[in-house]
């Protein structure tokens, strides 16, 4: 998964209009999980609790949005195979691009790991698959928080202007 590697496939000037598609569309369901579909958490408990699992909207909402998620997530990896992403800045320090690539790298571990984890709590009523996706969902937020402070460094401290090769 290098993002340094200018030969093979070539390193273009920007992300494809199909990697943006991607991107966003993850950052609008990833929003979703969180700020809608979280009350998923109550039919879990009433269900690990009564037995009854109720498909209630927020239920069947986030179940369809994060198998949505995995099949984005792995549509990237094809596209990001295929067509290349653009090399990390050069003026970015190493540490940065260090910190760039863990980001990039853990973001597609967790994003292709949770709807499996999450499903595993869901279908098969497992306590501790819950736990984990729940501490999988904080440690997302991190990430995110991570990445949304470097993009901001990059826009107006180092004006490397990486957002206009994702928009
Ligand atoms: C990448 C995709 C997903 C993301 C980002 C995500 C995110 C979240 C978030 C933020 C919560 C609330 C956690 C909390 O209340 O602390 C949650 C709970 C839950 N999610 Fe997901 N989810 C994803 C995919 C799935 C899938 C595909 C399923 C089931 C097929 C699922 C099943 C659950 C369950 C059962 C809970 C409740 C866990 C509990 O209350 O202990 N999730 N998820
Ligand atoms: C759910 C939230 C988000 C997730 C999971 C996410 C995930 C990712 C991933 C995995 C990459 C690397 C793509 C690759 O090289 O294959 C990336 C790149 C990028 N993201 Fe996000 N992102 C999120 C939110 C945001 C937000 C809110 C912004 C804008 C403020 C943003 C701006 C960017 C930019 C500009 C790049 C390109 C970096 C570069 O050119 O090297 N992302 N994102």
Redesign the pocket.
């Known amino acids: ?1 290098s ?1 340094t590697n200018a030969s093979d496939p070539a390193s273009p000037e ?2 494809s209009f199909r ?1 943006k598609l991607a ?2 569309g ?2 609008v ?3 979703a999980q969180y700020l809608v579909f979280d009350s998923i958490g109550r039919d879990f408990g009433r269900g690990m609790k009564t037995g009854e699992w109720v498909y209630s909207p927020a239920a069947t909402g986030h179940i369809l949005f994060g198998f949505a998620i995995l099949a984005l ?1 792995v549509w ?2 094809k ?2 195979r295929d067509e290349g ?2 090399a ?2 050069a003026a970015e320090p190493g540490w940065a691009a260090t910190l ?1 690539r863990l ?3 853990a ?2 571990l ?2 292709l790991a949770m709807p499996l984890v999450g499903a595993a709590a869901w279908y098969l009523q497992s306590g501790s698959a819950a736990e984990m996706h729940e501490a999988a969902a904080n440690l ?1 937020m991190a ?2 928080a991570v ?2 402070g470097a ?2 460094v ?1 826009q107006f401290r180092w004006k490397s202007s ?6």
């Open positions: 998964m993002e920007a992300y990697q991107h966003w993850v950052v369901l990833v929003a997530m990237r990896l596209l990001r992403v653009p990390l800045p760039a980001t990039h790298g973001f597609y967790m994003l997302l990430l995110i990445h949304v993009v901001a990059h990486i957002l206009s090769r994702m928009m």
